[in-house]
């Protein structure tokens, strides 16, 4: 079965404290992993799409990876702007219908 | 307007009436797609279309009918819903639904938020 299992469920950081927010996922052939940001009562908002193992992307204090097994997210030097829960998504290759998994995410806050 | 928009964004109903809620995107896109969005739980796909065709049904209830009159508009009409019905319902677009082998990227709409007595 397909699963995908984020960690830590919540993350408390003072700011410019780095971290890692980890997307371990199970799926029978990966055509793409997305990272999403959901802020308090607003839409998922489009980070990163990977596609395969060894790539990376960045966007401003955020870097994301990805392995075979797993995707990080990492977060460098955060600012309290940053506060949100993060999302991770995969969508398997045999799925035809565009069908996204998604795991339950990381409720990020960060302190001044 | 840009991007993927959704009416209205709050809605309280009782279990006997009947509403709908909106969707449009202004991406260009061809498929669309619902999903529910409950306290402490995954999102949830509900139903995907694909230029126009609806090409999966999650096992959702009947009390939960789609309608995509066109690629740009998605609607979902609810009727004699349920109180554990009440989430977050959040529509999304994207260029198509299963080009074969591109893993493709999902733009959701700010969501509306239901609130079943």
């Known amino acids: 079965e397909d699963q995908v299992t984020q960690s830590p469920e919540a993350l408390r950081l003072q700011e410019g404290e780095s971290s890692s927010l980890n997307c371990s996922y199970t799926v029978s052939g990966l055509r793409g992993l997305f990272w999403y940001r959901q802020d308090p009562g607003k839409g998922p908002e489009f980070l990163f799409t990977l596609y395969s193992a060894g790539e990376e992307k960045e966007k401003e204090r955020l870097k994301a990876t990805l392995t075979k097994k797993e995707s990080f997210l990492h977060i460098t030097a955060p600012k309290p702007e940053d506060s949100a829960t993060y999302l991770c998504?995969?969508?398997?290759?045999?799925?035809?219908?565009?069908?996204?998994?998604f795991g339950q995410g990381t409720e990020l806050s960060v302190k001044p | 307007e840009t991007g993927v928009t959704q009416t209205p964004r709050h809605l309280v109903m009782g279990m006997t009436n009947k509403k709908s809620l909106k969707c449009e995107q202004h991406?260009?896109?061809?498929?669309m797609y619902w999903y529910k969005q409950s306290a402490k739980k995954p999102l949830e796909l509900m139903f995907v279309y694909n230029f126009k065709e609806q090409t999966e049904n999650n096992s959702v209830p009947s009390r939960f009918s789609p309608e995509c009159p066109n690629s740009s508009h998605l609607f979902l009409h609810l009727h004699t819903l349920q109180p554990e019905d009440s989430a977050l319902y959040l529509c999304?677009?994207?260029?198509?639904?299963?080009?074969?082998?591109?893993?493709?990227?999902?733009?959701f709409g700010p969501g509306t938020r239901l609130l079943v007595l």
């Open positions: 999304a677009s994207s260029l198509g639904a299963g080009l074969a082998g591109v893993g493709e990227t999902q733009y």
């Open positions: 998504a995969v969508q398997a290759s045999y799925n035809q219908g565009g069908k996204l998994i």
């Open positions: 991406l260009g896109h061809n498929a």
